[in-house]
């Protein structure tokens, strides 16, 4: 997420790392509350794994470059990469699968590009490309929400899959659609409203807006991405309405709202002049909806934030400030 400065891009004195990393996972908690309400249990377990590993791998890689462990650990961005991948997975997936996924977003995804500052790619989002590539089966089998399992079932099937997660999970509503236009079929007209899964876009619409209300981030990238999402999207489902999604079902589906406030905004590997955002969250947005329509993966957030990382530099080279010469 981009910080908001007052003298950018500097950081004053009282704005931390330490404070604005605690600042993002208080905006993050209405959308841990509604996964609780929606899959149980499992969102804490999931949370409690990623954070113990991306700590214990945070200062093991400290240890061996030699740097301050105490102050790294505390500025709370190894934290918060975890919590994003453990709401990124699908909430019964296997205990390894969140363990290996944080272990490459602390090891490959920051620390060997030098840590925090340094790393050109969003660490959770290479993670979570990392894991969908290597295990699409178990990133792409989730929980049916409202499902009643007890915490001893939970348990059961994060660590020892059993009883076996099949009869227990659903496609998700761009998955299901997707497989739909694949076969030919034009799309039906989804409840988008009537899904329970609503209520996390709109936890993620709550923490995002506080975010901007404390001006720990800026509008430019949020807004780009969500107008780059569904601008495409409003043309194509005008043309045709059986075979597009409407820009409705792309902004409450799947994690657009939680990647234009969340992780496009990744300070480190965005576009950073106002500008710059504008172009760089528009990307994003045009990417998400190319991939969602067109390529294999039914949800594209990953993809399209790599993507867009990789233009970041080049975005912040073009439209550098020109600095003007005075004249005596």
Request: with cysteine; charged share 10%; proline share 7%.
């Amino acid at each position: 997420m981009q910080f908001s400065t007052s003298s950018s891009p500097f950081i004053t004195a009282r704005t931390t790392v330490n404070r604005l990393m605690r600042q993002v996972l208080l905006a993050l908690l209405p959308a841990i509350a509604v996964m609780y309400y929606l899959f149980g249990i499992s969102i804490f377990i999931q949370l409690l794994l990623a954070c113990m590993t991306a700590l214990l791998a945070e200062g093991y890689m400290l240890h061996l470059r030699q740097r301050p462990i105490k102050i790294h650990l505390h500025d709370l961005s190894a934290t918060l990469t975890a919590v994003l991948l453990a709401l990124a997975i699908p909430p019964l997936a296997p205990w390894w699968i969140i363990v290996c996924g944080t272990l490459f977003a602390i090891i490959i995804g920051k620390q060997l590009y030098g840590g925090l500052g340094y790393n050109p790619f969003n660490p959770a989002m290479v993670a979570y490309v990392f894991l969908l590539i290597s295990f699409p089966l178990q990133m792409t089998t989730w929980q049916t929400p409202l499902l009643a399992l007890s915490d001893i079932e939970t348990l059961n099937i994060i660590f020892t899959r059993h009883p076996p997660i099949d009869g227990l999970s659903s496609a998700t509503l761009l998955d299901a659609t997707k497989t739909q236009l694949s076969l030919g079929y034009a799309l039906p007209n989804p409840a988008i409203i009537s899904s329970p899964l609503i209520w996390l876009s709109c936890a993620y619409l709550l923490g995002g807006l506080w975010l901007l209300h404390q001006k720990i981030i800026s509008w430019h990238i949020p807004v780009s991405v969500l107008l780059g999402l569904c601008l495409p999207a409003t043309i194509a489902y005008g043309v045709d309405a059986e075979h597009f999604h409407s820009p409705l079902v792309h902004l409450l589906s799947g994690a657009s709202l939680c990647g234009a406030f969340f992780i496009a905004t990744d300070p480190v590997s965005a576009a950073t002049s106002n500008q710059g955002r504008l172009i760089y969250g528009l990307l994003i947005g045009l990417l998400i909806y190319i991939i969602r329509t067109w390529a294999a993966y039914p949800d594209a957030i990953a993809f399209a934030v790599l993507l867009a990382n990789l233009t970041a530099p080049s975005i912040d080279y073009y439209l550098r400030p020109k600095i003007r010469k005075q004249t005596l």
